[in-house]
Nanobody
Framework: QVQLVESGGGLVQPGGSLRLSCSAS????????MGWLRQAPGKKREGVAF????????YYSAYVKGRFTISKDNNKQMVHLQMASVESEDAGVYYC?????????????????WGPGTEVTVSS
């Protein structure tokens, strides 16, 4: 059974940085595109960043592009999201996710599994 467990959430000031991590087990990272979803209070869950199974491409939503960086450590079965220049709109619960699709245009539409989430609060 696929298991994804996020960590690293917490309180961050506007303009600050935070690094989220995801530990994956019971499947191989190189077989799935991986990414991060976010659900802000009262809003739908949405894709934030994805990376292909082979690390050949990355995808970022328009509102995080240039500020967030997704990375993977396939040997350690870890996925990370480095958040920089954090804005108040970045607050929410962040979920690590795997996808059935390895295409950047479809990766967010075919989510396979996700973890319980880690909450990011943005406040000064």
């Amino acid at each position: 059974q696929v298991q994804l467990v996020e960590s690293g959430g917490g309180l961050v000031q506007p303009g600050g940085s935070l690094r989220l991590s995801c530990s994956a087990s019971a499947f191989t990272l190189t077989h799935h595109a991986m990414g991060w979803l976010r659900q802000a209070p009262g809003k739908k869950r949405e894709g934030v960043a994805f990376m292909s199974a082979s690390d050949g491409w990355t995808y970022y939503s328009a509102y995080v592009k240039g500020r967030f960086t997704i990375s993977k450590d396939n040997n350690k079965q870890m996925v990370h999201l480095q958040m920089a220049s954090v804005e108040s709109e970045d607050a929410g619960v962040y979920y690590c996710a795997s996808s059935f699709s390895d295409h950047p245009d479809q990766v967010g539409n075919y989510i396979h599994s996700w973890g319980p989430g880690t909450e990011v609060t943005v406040s000064s």
